[in-house]
């Protein structure tokens, strides 16, 4: 029976130094899956395994939440930062 379990792992959270920016990394062998997903909601390559989203409109928290579903219907793992997970919530607040 083939292995199910997913095999991309995705962090996304707020970069300290750029507290606005949301850095994603990410490990595994099929994260090709996940960089597309990622790429499709505005994040760059920083390097092999980190990409990054940095919006004029300061809107990351909101694209890097839709980027965390579409990871979640690929059936990666995402694990998004509390504090990340907060700047996502108050954005559904405004």
């Excluded at 995705?10 to 970069?15: D, E, K, S």
């Excluded at 390097?47 to 690929?74: F, G, K, Q, W």
């Amino acid at each position: 029976m083939p292995d199910t379990a997913p095999d991309a792992h995705i962090h996304p959270a707020l970069r300290p130094q750029q507290p606005s920016a949301v850095a994603a990394t990410h490990t595994g062998h099929t994260v090709h899956t996940a960089r597309a997903a990622l790429a499709s909601q505005g994040f760059r390559p920083v390097s092999d395994d980190t990409m990054l989203l940095v919006r004029a409109d300061h809107e990351e928290p909101h694209y890097a939440n839709i980027a965390a579903n579409l990871l979640r219907s690929t059936s990666s793992t995402v694990h998004v930062t509390d504090q990340l997970q907060e700047e996502i919530d108050t954005e559904w607040r405004r």
